[in-house]
């Protein structure tokens, strides 16, 4: 159980890195923002025109008395509409990550950087169209393992009693699994992780993805919270793919931000590090 604690600790410890780099935090607001208006444009769509729809795939239905008809309709419009809601948390992060590739990237390894016992990051070689193709394949073969997971738990929730109680809860933690392994799949394919490798990976360290993924999947239920999360989400999956390569974590990350801020506001930078506390990251430029 210990591992639930871990993976919450690093979602909250992801906030917490962005807050301290605030310059980068407007750029990564950026992709959650198109794909937020994207999103909300289709949920609008299926609004509007959900019930016509329903309608159209139900002609059976036409001579049926009322109120049965209404009735009947309805229901399938309001799962119409939950399965979109779910689609779309499903697949948020892969889109927006998809959207923002270059800026997540450079932020996942920023935060390697920054914890790193030595400063570096890995790198993956590759050319950023090759990043994009590869990023957008492993999306889509997830968003696909997502799409059977969502009509799975859709028809189950037609079951008397458990579809309401524990379906609802299994999707939750689906989601959180799917979150998750999107987020660190930009830190791990750097490393030249392998889709398969990286579920493998994740398996193994279940309770620590739920702990990471289930929380963020709650939080990204609200609307707009998505878009400012996102960024810090991508800083705490990279931690928390290095704690599942077995990859050393120094503590004190941020110290490079706390330079900047310093140097931005007319002090001596060098100052900030010689104060700081022992066993902190030293950065130097």
């Keep these: 159980m210990r591992d639930l604690g871990v993976g919450f600790g690093y979602l909250l410890k992801g906030q917490r890195w ?38 159209w795939a139900t002609p059976f239905a036409d001579d049926w008395s009322s109120p049965w008809q209404g009735l009947f309709r309805g229901f399938l419009t309001a799962v119409l509409f939950a399965l979109g809601l779910l689609l779309a948390v499903l697949t948020f992060t892969a889109v927006t990550l998809l959207v923002g590739q270059p800026f997540y990237e450079s932020l996942s ?16 070689g590759l050319p950023l169209w090759r990043d994009l193709w590869v990023s957008a394949r492993d999306s889509l073969r997830i968003l ?64 620590l993805v739920w702990g990471f993924g289930t929380p963020l999947g709650l939080a990204f239920l ?7 999360l996102m960024p810090g989400a991508v800083a705490g999956a990279t931690l928390l793919a290095r704690d599942l390569r077995g990859e050393e974590i120094t503590e004190g990350a941020g110290d490079a931000a706390d330079a900047d801020d310093a140097d931005d506001a007319g002090h001596d930078p060098r100052a900030a590090h010689d104060t700081a506390a022992p066993g902190r990251t030293q950065v130097t430029s």
Excluded at 110 to 119: E, I, K, W
Excluded at 168 to 176: D, R
Aim: glycine letters at 10%; proline letters at 5%.
């Design 18 to 55: 962005m807050a301290r780099h605030g310059r980068q935090f407007g750029f990564g607001l950026l992709p959650g923002l198109i794909t937020l208006v994207l999103y909300a444009a289709a949920l609008v769509a299926l609004a509007i025109w959900g019930g016509d729809f329903v309608s």
């Design 109 to 124: 390894e920023t935060v390697d950087r920054d914890v790193s016992p030595d400063g570096t990051a890995p790198e993956s």
């Design 144 to 207: 696909v393992r997502a799409a059977v997971w969502g009509v799975l738990l859709f028809a189950l929730g037609f079951l008397p009693v458990v579809g309401q109680t524990a379906v609802p809860v299994i999707g939750f933690f689906v989601t959180g699994f799917f979150l998750t392994e999107e987020l660190a799949a930009v830190a791990l394919q750097r490393r030249g992780v392998e889709l398969r490798e990286r579920l493998a990976l994740l398996r193994s360290r279940k309770l």
């Design 222 to 228: 609200v609307p707009f919270v998505a878009v400012f």
